[in-house]
Each structure stands twice: as structure tokens, then as C-alpha cells.
């Protein structure tokens, strides 16, 4: 069957998707008039043109981060020896009718011979330290931002949350899958000198690449009450079927509710640039649904220090409390790099819970930064001596948009940790962000 060119015309000219379909020497169609031929185009090519336009005026998004990666154990006869490629690309639009697209793909793997393990069900039966980078391709983000609305923002799908300091929520960069959810983030800061956020999400993919249901609700308001200082208070709900190892309970689902405070003041006697620093947190973390009862401890953390123009230096003691010895403060979504030492030996809290001190020290010299850190852990129940951890690194910008970054950790355990594990982590890691 053919469609003659008066038909085909009739048909585009209803859909509205031709303005100068007649061929010379044919009649034009009826409801023509003269001069139609210079109007401007119909409402749905005008939005394809601006589609177009919001495409083609956005920004690469792109990550490259190799890492090198040497890990010994007391306890493993072997050396975890070996490099990991990172590669994210994808395309951030220009807004559309107020509404911006996102989408990123994310490559990892394996370089050269696999000297590791990255399976955490096998960290007891491998003979080499874990190292829980394993290979994984997929979707990283895929989302839509709409900022329609004054002083909010609203984002739907595949994304990344960092809350705070990372301390109960975040995307755990220094993994190289990281962690992502699914779901919807509302943020406004319609009110003046707050910022509100709310979220709710039901999927999360997390470092090793799986993907699993959850149920994870959050409440987070923060106001300045004077420039420099943020007072903060926050709910999360969390539930999630795979956190049974970290407990053995079989049904881990919690609250955790609490605050905050963090500023500084400027020591004007010290000088142009000096300034004392101070921090004070509290949260609860409670069972709910249908959470094992025995989910109940407490979260405090008190810090302080100065930072100077060439740097800074402090001291916390952050305590993740016990119930009677039977249940540690878990913070299942934290960044575990960023807390209780980088050799990663506490990112399940012991039953007795986790008391940690740490001094920690930054500087920098033109292209170069380095920081230090010493921890002593304590048990909350029963004053267990879990260890001490050193760690140091340094940062060296070589290009604009390259790094190189060297740390070492090492962990020594105390008499009273359950392995007598010392540990030894050395990373060398290469970042390309464009």
C-alpha cells in the first residue's frame, strides 16, 4: 500500500509536524494562508530544538582512577598485590524546562594478575586479605533534577547521597564501585538559613556491585545560626534484609535519630587565617518494624582543634555504644573509610561497642598535602583495649585535573580484640576528573 504525497501531507499536517509539505505547482492545502511558509515552527519541534539545545550545551562527566593496592594480615599467608581501574563517563544536560538529566556508566576491574581477594563470604577461607573491589559494569546514576520550584531542588532515580559529614549516609568513594541508591531527594532551603532535605528509597547498589531491596526514609534539617557555625538534626529509617552479618540478627531494621553542632571561631590573637574548631554529636539508634529488640545504643562524639593557614590540627573521641555487650551502634551506610582508621578494621561494630580517640594533623605546601592520624580503640562494654591504628598519606596535584595520592595505614591489635590481626595497607592511586 502507498500513500500519495497529498495524503502523506494531509497526515503531517494534522500531526502538526509540517509547514511547507505542497511541492511547486500544487495547490496548497486548505487553511493555508499566504505567507504561512515563514511562521515559526509548531510547539513539538520547538521543544525537540530546545531538547536538542539542553543535550548538546551540557558537560562530560568523566572519572578515571587507577590504584595500586598492597595488603598484609597476621592472620593470611598471602599478599593482596594488586591494580584497580575506576572509569565513570556520562553527560549532565542544560536545564530543560527547568529539569536536568543525568546519566553515568561505571567500568571496574582488575589489572594484571588477581593477587587478592574481594569477596567478603570468603575473607575466611581465602588465603589472601580482602580487598573488596571487585569487577562491575552498570548504570552508577541515572537521574532527573527538576528546579522548578524557588529555593528546592527535586532529584528522581539512581543517585549519589552524601549527608553531612558522611558519618550515617553516604556514597563510600574510596571504594571504586561506590554506593548508590534509588529513589527520590527533595532539598530546599526555602527557609532562610536552613536547609531541609527529605528522601525516600527502595533499591541501593552497594560497593560490591549487588543490588537490593531496601526501605531507607530520611529527615535532615540544618540551620546556621551564624556564618561559620550549623546546628543539625536528622531521622533515619533503615531497613534492609543483607546487614544480618554485621549483628547475626535476623532482622536488623532501625532508627537512628539524633544531632549536631560544628563551627569554628577566628583566634584574631593568632593571626589572619587561625581559627578554633569544634564539633559535639549525639544520636539513638533504636529497632523498628519488626527489628530485633535488642537494637538499642547510643552515638556521641566530641571533637576540637585549630586550623591554621598552613593546615590544622585536633583531637576526638567519638563512642559507638553497647546494650549490655550484645549489640553495637552499626552505622551500615557510613563512609567506612572516613571513620575509625583506614585500615577498615571496625566497619562492623563489636557487640561490646567502639570507642575511638584520634589526633589527627593536615598541611599543605604549594601542590602537596599530607595528613596524619594516630587512633586508640576501646570497647564501650568492659574497657577491652581493641587497638591502635597510624595512618599517614599525602596528596600531589600534578595537573589541573590530576592527582596522585599515597597512604599507609597500620593497624596493630590490643589485647582484647577478638583476631590478634595486625594489619598493613599501602595505596597508590592516580585520579583523573575532567
Given at each position: 500500500?502507498?500513500?500519495?504525497?497529498?495524503?502523506?501531507?494531509?497526515?503531517?499536517?494534522?500531526?502538526?509536524?509540517?509547514?511547507?509539505?505542497?511541492?511547486?505547482?500544487?495547490?496548497?492545502?486548505?487553511?493555508?494562508?499566504?505567507?504561512?511558509?515563514?511562521?515559526?515552527?509548531?510547539?513539538?519541534?520547538?521543544?525537540?530544538?530546545?531538547?536538542?539545545?539542553?543535550?548538546?550545551?551540557?558537560?562530560?562527566?568523566?572519572?578515571?582512577?587507577?590504584?595500586y593496592?598492597?595488603?598484609?594480615?597476621?592472620?593470611?599467608?598471602?599478599?593482596?598485590?594488586?591494580?584497580?581501574?575506576?572509569?565513570?563517563?556520562g553527560?549532565?544536560?542544560?536545564?530543560?524546562?527547568?529539569?536536568?538529566?543525568?546519566a553515568?556508566?561505571?567500568?571496574?576491574?582488575?589489572?594484571?594478575?588477581?593477587?587478592?581477594?574481594?569477596?567478603?563470604?570468603?575473607?575466611?577461607?581465602?588465603?589472601?586479605?580482602?580487598?573488596p573491589?571487585?569487577?562491575?559494569?552498570?548504570?552508577?546514576?541515572?537521574?532527573?533534577?527538576?528546579?522548578?520550584?524557588?529555593?528546592t531542588?527535586?532529584?528522581?532515580g539512581?543517585?549519589?547521597?552524601?549527608?553531612?559529614?558522611?558519618?550515617?549516609?553516604?556514597?563510600?568513594?574510596?571504594?571504586?564501585?561506590?554506593?548508590?541508591f534509588?529513589?527520590?531527594?527533595?532539598v530546599?532551603?526555602?527557609?532562610?538559613?536552613?536547609?531541609?532535605?527529605?528522601?525516600?528509597?527502595?533499591?541501593?547498589?552497594?560497593?560490591?556491585?549487588?543490588?537490593?531491596?531496601?526501605?531507607?526514609?530520611?529527615?535532615?534539617?540544618?540551620?546556621?545560626?551564624?556564618?561559620g557555625?550549623?546546628?543539625?538534626?536528622?531521622?533515619?529509617?533503615?531497613d534492609?534484609?543483607?546487614?544480618?552479618?554485621?549483628?547475626?540478627?535476623?532482622?536488623?531494621?532501625?532508627?537512628?535519630?539524633?544531632?549536631?553542632?560544628?563551627?569554628?571561631?577566628?583566634?584574631?590573637?593568632?593571626?589572619?587565617?587561625?581559627?578554633?574548631?569544634?564539633?559535639?554529636?549525639?544520636?539513638?539508634?533504636?529497632?523498628?518494624?519488626?527489628?530485633?529488640?535488642?537494637?538499642?545504643?547510643?552515638?556521641?562524639?566530641?571533637?576540637?582543634?585549630?586550623?591554621?593557614?598552613?593546615?590544622?590540627?585536633?583531637?576526638?573521641?567519638?563512642?559507638?555504644?553497647?546494650?549490655?555487650?550484645?549489640?553495637?551502634?552499626?552505622?551500615?551506610?557510613?563512609?567506612?573509610?572516613?571513620?575509625?582508621?583506614?585500615?577498615?578494621?571496625?566497619?562492623?561494630?563489636?557487640?561490646?561497642?567502639?570507642?575511638?580517640?584520634?589526633?589527627?594533623?593536615?598541611?599543605?605546601?604549594?601542590?602537596?598535602?599530607?595528613?596524619?592520624?594516630?587512633?586508640?580503640?576501646?570497647?564501650d562494654?568492659?574497657?577491652?583495649?581493641?587497638?591502635?591504628?597510624?595512618?599517614?598519606?599525602?596528596?600531589?596535584?600534578?595537573?589541573?585535573?590530576?592527582?596522585?595520592?599515597?597512604?599507609?595505614?597500620?593497624?596493630?591489635?590490643?589485647?582484647?580484640?577478638?583476631?590478634?590481626?595486625?594489619?598493613?595497607?599501602?595505596?597508590?592511586?592516580?585520579?583523573?576528573?575532567?
Open positions: 500500500m502507498t500513500m500519495s504525497r497529498t495524503c502523506f501531507c494531509t497526515f503531517l499536517m494534522a500531526a502538526g509536524l509540517a509547514w511547507n509539505c505542497h511541492a511547486a505547482g500544487e495547490p496548497a492545502m486548505e487553511g493555508r494562508t499566504a505567507g504561512s511558509d515563514s511562521a515559526s515552527p509548531p510547539m513539538l519541534l520547538k521543544l525537540a530544538q530546545n531538547l536538542g539545545e539542553s543535550i548538546t550545551n551540557g558537560h562530560l562527566l568523566l572519572e578515571v582512577r587507577p590504584r593496592a598492597r595488603i598484609t594480615e597476621t592472620v593470611k599467608p598471602e599478599v593482596t598485590d594488586v591494580w584497580t581501574l575506576r572509569t565513570m563517563v553527560w549532565q544536560t542544560a536545564p530543560f524546562y527547568d529539569v536536568r538529566l543525568t553515568q556508566y561505571i567500568y571496574t576491574g582488575i589489572l594484571g594478575p588477581e593477587r587478592l581477594n574481594a569477596d567478603p563470604s570468603q575473607f575466611f577461607a581465602s588465603r589472601y586479605p580482602l580487598l573491589d571487585p569487577a562491575h559494569s552498570g548504570v552508577n546514576q541515572l537521574f532527573a533534577e527538576y528546579t522548578g520550584i524557588p529555593a531542588r527535586v532529584r528522581v539512581r543517585q549519589i547521597l552524601r549527608i553531612d559529614d558522611q558519618r550515617f549516609i553516604s556514597d563510600v568513594d574510596f571504594r571504586q564501585t561506590p554506593q548508590v534509588d529513589g527520590a531527594t527533595l530546599t532551603n526555602i527557609v532562610p538559613e536552613t536547609e531541609i532535605q527529605l528522601g525516600e528509597y527502595r533499591r541501593k547498589r552497594g560497593v560490591l556491585g549487588d543490588l537490593g531491596q531496601l526501605r531507607l526514609h530520611i529527615l535532615h534539617a540544618a540551620w546556621n545560626p551564624l556564618p557555625h550549623t546546628v543539625a538534626a536528622y531521622g533515619y529509617w533503615h534492609e534484609a543483607n546487614t544480618g552479618a554485621q549483628t547475626g540478627f535476623a532482622n536488623n531494621a532501625q532508627r537512628i535519630t539524633g544531632a549536631h553542632a560544628e563551627g569554628g571561631f577566628d583566634l584574631a590573637m593568632a593571626g589572619e587565617g587561625w581559627h578554633w574548631m569544634y564539633y559535639l554529636a549525639y544520636a539513638r539508634q533504636n529497632a523498628i518494624a519488626d527489628g530485633d529488640a535488642r537494637i538499642r545504643a547510643d552515638y556521641w562524639r566530641l571533637g576540637g582543634g585549630v586550623a591554621a593557614p598552613w593546615g590544622g590540627v585536633r583531637i576526638d573521641h567519638e563512642v559507638k555504644g553497647s546494650a549490655t555487650g550484645v549489640y553495637g551502634f552499626q552505622t551500615p551506610l557510613t563512609d567506612y573509610y572516613a571513620f575509625n582508621g583506614w585500615a577498615l578494621q571496625y566497619t562492623t561494630t563489636p557487640p561490646q561497642g567502639l570507642r575511638d580517640t584520634w589526633i589527627s594533623a593536615r598541611g599543605h605546601v604549594d601542590k602537596l598535602e599530607g595528613f596524619f592520624e594516630v587512633h586508640r580503640f576501646r570497647s562494654f568492659g574497657g577491652l583495649a581493641l587497638g591502635r591504628e597510624v595512618d599517614v598519606g599525602a596528596i600531589y596535584t600534578l595537573l589541573r585535573n590530576l592527582q596522585v595520592k599515597l597512604q599507609h595505614a597500620r593497624f596493630t591489635a590490643g589485647s582484647g580484640a577478638r583476631s590478634k590481626n595486625d594489619v598493613e595497607k599501602t595505596w597508590l592511586a592516580f585520579t583523573y576528573i575532567y
